[in-house]
């Protein structure tokens, strides 16, 4: 069975740092890529970040970079999204999901509806 677990989000204050994981198990680490995702209430759900650490992508949202890292401990089958000098703005709800490594484009998937598998979310919330 496939399964991706979140954990790590939480409250923190603008400019502050969180590292939510994404754990992963069911398949084949190696031949997915993983991606992140966030929801706001009353929004869509957009692409954050994604790795695939076999075709050595990763891509980032342009609302993220220079702030969010992600990373990869194949040993452990997780993912890891290092997010520093948070902003009110990112506050949401954060999914991870994963999709087989041949339907992404060079290793990166950056919309929703090319994933197959999701986990249940961990929220988010910066204050001001």
């Known amino acids: 069975e496939v399964q991706l677990v979140e954990s790590g989000g939480g409250l923190v204050q603008a400019g502050g740092s969180l590292r939510p994981s994404c754990a992963a198990s069911g398949f084949t680490f190696d031949d997915y890529a993983i991606g992140w995702f966030r929801q706001a209430p009353g929004k869509e759900r957009v692409g954050v970040s994604c790795?695939?650490?076999?075709?050595?992508?990763?891509y980032y949202a342009d609302s993220v970079k220079g702030r969010f890292t992600i990373s990869s401990d194949n040993a452990e089958n997780t993912v890891y999204l290092q997010m520093n000098r948070l902003k009110t703005e990112d506050t949401a709800v954060y999914y991870c999901?994963?999709?087989?490594?041949?339907?992404?484009?060079?290793?990166?998937?950056?919309?929703?509806?090319?994933?197959?598998?999701w986990g249940q979310g961990t929220q988010v919330t910066v204050s001001s």
């Open positions: 999901a994963a999709v087989p490594i041949w339907h992404t484009i060079a290793g990166v998937a950056p919309s929703p509806s090319m994933y197959d598998y």
């Open positions: 790795i695939s650490s076999s075709a050595g992508s990763t």
